[in-house]
């Protein structure tokens, strides 16, 4: 059955229909949700995309926060459906708390747009289950603040609980432990700096991504 | 404030009294130089507009070409002396206007590309360290102001250039060019017909930066007080622009505006002046109903002021409504300043009072010049200038140096702090000859590039901006697709200068030439003058933005070597013409000589050999052969994909003239032996083969593609002084 998949619109994103392309090229049925809106009923999946939400001011992601979309999406996160956040979706995550952790500023004080390879930690969550522990995935990333960090305890928590998806081959940005994706505790919501949206059609960046969307819209988490 | 004594009497004629202070605003601002174009709309309108492709010519927001069946917008702008004085902001607030000139023609901005021109780094050793420093600086500074605010709107940046000379340490180049596209009848001209119609303004308030702009900065030249000039330069808010951008084109596929107008140079005073002019109508604007920053603001303040991220639209007075709600959703400020009249008059009111009345037609009827223009004396002197009998002791070395050079190295280092893959469309990428796009709802594809040899028309003007043309036809070329059209910036210093005002003659008439040669209308342009320090007027520099369509199933090649064993041919035959090339400038030290012959129709003919072998697809790789020479274009094709190759000498000449000459018309090219007859006629020789892991230049030179490769992306990034990641 298609897969219905909410993408959420803030003001100021611009990765949304990047993404819509992309999960239709993967057979999926994806449908914009503006961010006002607080109705995620009868979607299977829900992404937040990347981009400027409210132009970064204040902090990234720390506006987008505070949108009504936002408790539709813990709702939706609470009774194990998919959510990822990329990009600024995963600084959103971090910053409405549904993944641990923040996102600062690269290490070499410098946007930065270009392929990475992101080595897959673990394949027991929804968004890497069709891949094998330890394949290398090339993903572009494009930010300035992809920087991730977390407390010690929390760090040694996402690695005890095996909850960290992605880590960068050769480290971009200086994150922590060369996070690059984690997911939450409930594994049902990932949070990625890398693109996988422009690595899904082959004319334009290559079909590394696939995975983790194939994955997400191959069922439900059992 | 910047009128003549004559332009205030012909003003006075026009409104048969004396104008107020307000009034006298709007004219200077909108009879300055930037707007007006009074010094050069006599030369422009000989340039050829038409061509099978050309949906609106010169004179709108943008040009607009059909490709297929959908529209393609094409604009290029500069914001060249607001660079100058705030890199940053100067740089960002030039893509906000760019990407506004776009969407006013009712197109979806969909890629930006950036030619940028700076003065020598400090690695460099050309200027003094201050000097170099500052200009490090200014890139550092304009590269950042790109990348905040074109990341931000979600377009993707996906070329231009990073070129240097001594002569833009005092006044650098940036320019913009963006492209949007729309479904045919979408396309609009931004006009205020219909008397009754109401007028909105979108987007942010208005406030007391950027006054005068126009005239105080893009219409003068620069003196040692050029930091005073700071509150000219405006300041960007990307987000704002976003979410302008998305509810201007709302608003258009609801049908809801009947015209759309950018406020940028000159304000809401040009905005509202050329609406009503196009549509013949007038219109009549409160004040009291503009959102402002800051309270007191005068009248003068209020039209003139360029605070960026505003858009004028005309709206039914039934759908005043629905764009309202539009605006709502998205978190932008609007208000309905104003109305259509029938009077042809612009009037303005505050507090009740008219404070200008003034034909709405007359503020864009500005005065004509035709300035005089002399031949500079020193044209023929550094012609006949020798850069040929000084060859380099050794050759190895001298390439290692030249691709250093940072208008030769890599400058990934500023193309991935661009975002140059959002919206999904960027088939080629930063980096090669010219970028290739994917349209929406269309099935063939776009190259893109933008050129300019500034050093070739600083020796020969009128040649030099042939060459200019020439290389970005070849450039688009070069991915298999057929150019169709152009747009450009013709970037000099004061017109004032007869100097001045010859070279530019001599470019705007070569690139039209060229241009009716080469089959690629002008579609628009924009004039930068005054872009001098003192006395010290920049290279002629005539920036061409040219777009050409890819057809579908024909898949452009890479630059590089991809296959071990293909056969290396050079497309086009080498002359020995050192003339104003790079290698001259980086190891000579000298911008001097008779630049390269150039005969149009050898290119066309030549390019149109090179479209066939890709569309027929036995092209492993291609390249055009320009700046810094056959030497540079194999460095190229080595390093992009790490093969060496073995290259035979032609013995024609000498060898550093076979190598670095910037002979005009040519391109280097890999395929299988078995194919070299199938690319039919045409003057080329065979080089060599691709193999190994050097490059091989028979008795010349040998350089492990390694070592090529660790000067050619490391020497930007060290020159800006970053360690190479």
């Given at each position: 059955?298609?897969?219905?998949?909410?993408?959420?619109?803030?003001?100021?994103?611009?990765?949304?229909?990047?993404?819509?392309?992309?999960?239709?090229?993967?057979?999926?049925?994806?449908?914009?949700?503006?961010?006002?809106?607080?109705?995620l009923a009868?979607?299977?999946?829900?992404?937040?995309?990347?981009?400027f939400?409210?132009?970064?001011?204040?902090?990234?992601?720390?506006?987008?926060?505070?949108?009504?979309?936002?408790?539709s999406?813990?709702?939706?996160?609470?009774?194990?459906?998919?959510?990822?956040?990329?990009?600024?979706?995963?600084?959103?995550?971090?910053?409405?708390?549904?993944?641990?952790?923040?996102?600062?500023?690269?290490?070499?004080?410098?946007?930065?747009?270009?392929?990475?390879?992101?080595?897959?930690?673990?394949?027991?969550?929804?968004?890497?289950?069709?891949?094998?522990?330890?394949?290398?995935?090339?993903?572009?990333?494009?930010?300035?603040?992809?920087?991730?960090?977390?407390?010690?305890g929390?760090?040694?928590?996402?690695?005890?609980?095996?909850?960290?998806?992605?880590?960068?081959?050769?480290?971009?940005?200086?994150?922590?432990?060369?996070?690059?994706?984690?997911?939450?505790?409930?594994?049902?919501?990932?949070?990625m700096?890398p693109?996988?949206?422009?690595?899904v059609d082959?004319?334009?960046?290559?079909?590394?991504?696939?995975?983790?969307?194939?994955?997400?819209?191959?069922?439900?988490?059992? | 404030?910047?009128?003549?004594?004559?332009?205030?009497?012909?003003i006075?004629?026009?409104?048969?009294?004396?104008?107020?202070?307000?009034?006298?605003?709007?004219?200077?601002?909108?009879?300055?130089?930037?707007?007006?174009?009074k010094?050069?709309?006599?030369?422009?309108?000989?340039?050829?507009?038409h061509?099978?492709?050309?949906?609106?010519?010169?004179?709108?927001?943008?040009?607009?070409?059909?490709?297929?069946?959908?529209?393609?917008?094409?604009?290029?702008?500069?914001?060249?002396?607001?660079?100058?004085?705030?890199?940053?902001?100067?740089?960002?607030?030039?893509?906000?206007?760019?990407v506004?000139?776009?969407?006013?023609?009712g197109?979806?901005?969909i890629?930006?590309?950036?030619?940028?021109?700076?003065?020598?780094?400090?690695?460099?050793?050309?200027?003094?360290?201050?000097?170099?420093?500052?200009?490090?600086?200014?890139?550092?500074g304009v590269?950042?102001?790109?990348?905040?605010?074109?990341?931000?709107?979600?377009?993707?940046?996906?070329?231009?250039?990073?070129?240097?000379?001594?002569?833009?340490?005092g006044?650098?180049?940036?320019?913009?060019?963006?492209?949007?596209?729309?479904?045919?009848?979408?396309?609009?001209?931004?006009?205020?017909?219909?008397p009754?119609?109401?007028?909105?303004l979108?987007?942010?308030?208005?406030?007391?930066?950027?006054?005068?702009?126009?005239?105080?900065?893009a219409?003068?030249?620069?003196?040692e007080?050029?930091?005073?000039?700071r509150?000219?330069?405006?300041v960007?808010?990307?987000?704002?622009?976003?979410l302008?951008?998305?509810?201007?084109?709302?608003?258009m596929?609801?049908?809801?505006?009947?015209?759309?107008?950018?406020?940028?140079?000159?304000?809401?005073?040009?905005?509202?002046s050329?609406?009503?002019?196009?549509?013949?109508?007038?219109?009549?604007?409160?004040?009291?109903?503009?959102?402002?920053r800051?309270?007191?603001?005068?009248p003068f303040?209020?039209?003139?002021s360029?605070?960026?991220?505003?858009?004028?639209?005309?709206?039914?007075?039934?759908?005043?409504?629905?764009?309202?709600?539009i605006?709502?959703?998205?978190?932008?400020?609007?208000?309905?300043?104003?109305?259509?009249?029938?009077?042809?008059?612009?009037?303005?009111?505050q507090?009740?009072?008219?404070?200008?009345?003034?034909?709405?037609?007359?503020?864009?009827?500005?005065?004509?010049?035709?300035r005089?223009?002399?031949?500079?004396?020193w044209?023929?002197?550094?012609?006949?200038?020798?850069?040929?009998?000084?060859?380099p002791?050794?050759m190895?070395?001298?390439?290692?140096?030249?691709?250093?050079?940072?208008?030769?190295?890599?400058?990934?280092?500023?193309?991935?702090?661009?975002?140059?893959?959002?919206?999904?469309?960027?088939?080629?990428?930063?980096g090669?000859?010219?970028?290739v796009?994917?349209?929406?709802g269309?099935?063939?594809?776009?190259a893109?590039?933008?050129?300019?040899?500034a050093?070739?028309?600083?020796?020969?003007?009128?040649?030099?901006?042939?060459?200019?043309?020439?290389?970005a036809?070849?450039?688009?070329?070069?991915?298999?697709?057929?150019?169709?059209?152009?747009?450009?910036?013709?970037?000099?210093?004061?017109?004032?200068r007869?100097?001045?005002?010859?070279?530019?003659?001599?470019?705007?008439?070569?690139?039209?030439?060229?241009?009716?040669?080469?089959?690629?209308?002008?579609?628009?342009?924009?004039?930068?003058?005054?872009?001098?320090?003192?006395?010290?007027?920049?290279?002629?520099?005539?920036?061409?933005?040219?777009?050409g369509?890819?057809?579908?199933?024909?898949?452009?090649?890479?630059?590089?070597?991809?296959?071990?064993?293909?056969?290396?041919?050079?497309?086009?035959?080498?002359?020995?013409?050192?003339?104003g090339?790079e290698?001259?400038?980086t190891?000579?030290?000298?911008?001097?000589?008779?630049?390269?012959a150039?005969?149009?129709?050898?290119?066309?003919?030549?390019?149109?050999?090179?479209?066939?072998?890709?569309?027929?697809g036995?092209?492993?790789?291609?390249?055009?052969?320009?700046?810094?020479?056959?030497?540079?274009?194999?460095?190229?094709?080595?390093?992009?994909?790490?093969?060496?190759?073995?290259?035979?000498p032609?013995n024609?000449?000498?060898?550093?003239?076979?190598?670095f000459?910037?002979?005009?018309?040519?391109?280097?090219?890999?395929l299988?032996?078995k194919?070299?007859?199938?690319?039919?006629?045409?003057?080329?020789?065979?080089?060599?083969?691709?193999?190994?892991?050097?490059?091989?230049?028979?008795g010349?030179?040998?350089?492990?593609?390694?070592?090529?490769?660790?000067?050619y992306?490391?020497?930007?990034?060290?020159?800006?002084?970053?360690?190479?990641?």
């Amino acid at each position: 059955m298609t897969k219905r998949v909410a993408v959420i619109v803030f003001p100021g994103s611009n990765c949304e229909q990047d993404a819509v392309l992309a999960l239709r090229y993967l057979g999926a049925d994806p449908h914009y949700v503006f961010h006002r809106d607080t109705n995620l009923a009868g979607f299977d999946a829900v992404v937040v995309p990347g981009g400027f939400s409210y132009g970064d001011y204040l902090r990234t992601g720390a506006i987008a926060a505070f949108s009504p979309v936002m408790e539709s999406i813990r709702d939706f996160a609470v009774t194990g459906g998919p959510v990822v956040g990329i990009c600024n979706g995963f600084q959103i995550l971090c910053e409405a708390g549904l993944l641990p952790g923040a996102l600062r500023r690269n290490a070499g004080l410098k946007f930065r747009c270009l392929p990475v390879d992101i080595r897959v930690e673990t394949n027991e969550t929804p968004f890497t289950r069709m891949s094998v522990q330890g394949d290398v995935l090339e993903v572009p990333i494009n930010h300035f603040e992809g920087n991730y960090y977390c407390d010690k305890g929390t760090l040694q928590q996402l690695e005890d609980e095996d909850r960290i998806v992605f880590r960068y081959v050769n480290n971009p940005n200086g994150a922590l432990a060369d996070i690059a994706g984690i997911v939450s505790a409930g594994r049902n919501v990932l949070g990625m700096m890398p693109h996988p949206e422009r690595a899904v059609d082959p004319a334009v960046g290559g079909t590394d991504g696939q995975v983790i969307f194939s994955s997400m819209l191959a069922g439900s988490l059992a | 404030m910047t009128l003549t004594a004559d332009e205030f009497e012909r003003i006075k004629v026009i409104l048969g009294r004396e104008p107020n202070e307000a009034e006298l605003a709007m004219y200077s601002v909108m009879w300055s130089e930037h707007c007006s174009y009074k010094s050069s709309r006599i030369h422009l309108k000989n340039l050829p507009s038409h061509g099978p492709h050309v949906l609106v010519g010169p004179g709108e927001g943008a040009g607009v070409i059909r490709v297929d069946d959908i529209a393609v917008a094409i604009r290029l702008e500069s914001h060249n002396h607001p660079s100058f004085v705030e890199p940053v902001q100067g740089a960002a607030t030039g893509i906000g206007g760019v990407v506004r000139d776009v969407l006013s023609m009712g197109a979806r901005p969909i890629a930006l590309l950036d030619p940028l021109r700076f003065g020598p780094l400090p690695t460099e050793g050309r200027v003094e360290p201050e000097v170099a420093e500052r200009n490090r600086f200014l890139v550092e500074g304009v590269v950042s102001g790109i990348s905040s605010y074109g990341n931000c709107l979600g377009i993707p940046t996906v070329g231009g250039e990073v070129t240097f000379e001594d002569c833009y340490s005092g006044n650098p180049l940036v320019n913009v060019m963006c492209i949007g596209v729309a479904s045919i009848d979408a396309i609009r001209s931004a006009t205020a017909e219909g008397p009754g119609n109401k007028v909105l303004l979108l987007g942010s308030k208005t406030g007391r930066d950027g006054i005068g702009g126009v005239s105080v900065l893009a219409s003068a030249t620069f003196d040692e007080a050029a930091a005073d000039k700071r509150p000219s330069v405006q300041v960007g808010d990307p987000f704002t622009e976003k979410l302008l951008i998305e509810a201007c084109l709302e608003m258009m596929q609801a049908g809801l505006a009947v015209g759309v107008q950018d406020l940028g140079g000159a304000g809401l005073c040009c905005a509202t002046s050329e609406t009503a002019a196009k549509a013949s109508t007038g219109m009549n604007i409160d004040l009291d109903q503009v959102p402002r920053r800051e309270p007191n603001m005068q009248p003068f303040e209020l039209l003139t002021s360029e605070s960026q991220e505003r858009m004028l639209v005309i709206v039914a007075p039934a759908n005043v409504g629905a764009a309202l709600a539009i605006c709502e959703k998205w978190e932008l400020n609007a208000s309905v300043i104003g109305e259509v009249t029938d009077t042809g008059q612009l009037v303005v009111t505050q507090n009740g009072m008219v404070v200008a009345d003034v034909p709405a037609a007359s503020l864009g009827d500005g005065p004509l010049y035709d300035r005089p223009a002399t031949k500079p004396a020193w044209i023929d002197v550094l012609q006949d200038e020798d850069v040929t009998s000084h060859p380099p002791t050794e050759m190895g070395k001298a390439l290692l140096e030249l691709i250093s050079s940072p208008n030769i190295a890599s400058k990934h280092w500023v193309w991935e702090q661009y975002d140059h893959q959002v919206m999904l469309g960027t088939v080629v990428k930063p980096g090669v000859d010219a970028a290739v796009l994917r349209l929406p709802g269309a099935k063939s594809r776009l190259a893109v590039t933008t050129d300019a040899n500034a050093r070739f028309c600083f020796l020969d003007p009128y040649l030099g901006a042939k060459h200019c043309v020439a290389e970005a036809y070849r450039n688009i070329s070069a991915l298999g697709a057929t150019p169709v059209a152009i747009t450009n910036c013709l970037n000099f210093g004061s017109p004032e200068r007869e100097e001045v005002m010859w070279q530019f003659i001599e470019a705007v008439k070569a690139i039209g030439e060229a241009c009716l040669v080469l089959g690629t209308p002008v579609t628009g342009g924009n004039v930068s003058f005054y872009n001098e320090t003192g006395t010290t007027a920049i290279y002629p520099t005539p920036v061409i933005g040219m777009v050409g369509v890819l057809a579908e199933g024909i898949e452009p090649r890479p630059m590089g070597f991809m296959n071990e064993g293909d056969v290396v041919v050079c497309i086009g035959h080498t002359e020995a013409e050192l003339g104003g090339s790079e290698y001259a400038r980086t190891l000579l030290g000298k911008v001097a000589g008779r630049i390269p012959a150039l005969d149009l129709g050898l290119e066309v003919a030549r390019a149109d050999v090179v479209r066939a072998a890709i569309a027929k697809g036995i092209l492993s790789s291609c390249h055009d052969i320009s700046e810094g020479g056959l030497a540079v274009a194999l460095v190229e094709a080595c390093v992009f994909a790490g093969k060496g190759a073995t290259i035979h000498p032609e013995n024609h000449l000498a060898a550093h003239e076979w190598l670095f000459s910037e002979t005009a018309s040519r391109y280097l090219v890999s395929l299988k032996e078995k194919d070299l007859d199938a690319l039919g006629e045409v003057e080329m020789t065979v080089l060599g083969k691709v193999e190994g892991d050097t490059l091989v230049i028979e008795g010349i030179l040998e350089v492990t593609v390694d070592e090529l490769a660790g000067c050619y992306r490391d020497a930007f990034a060290k020159a800006m002084g970053y360690h190479a990641r």
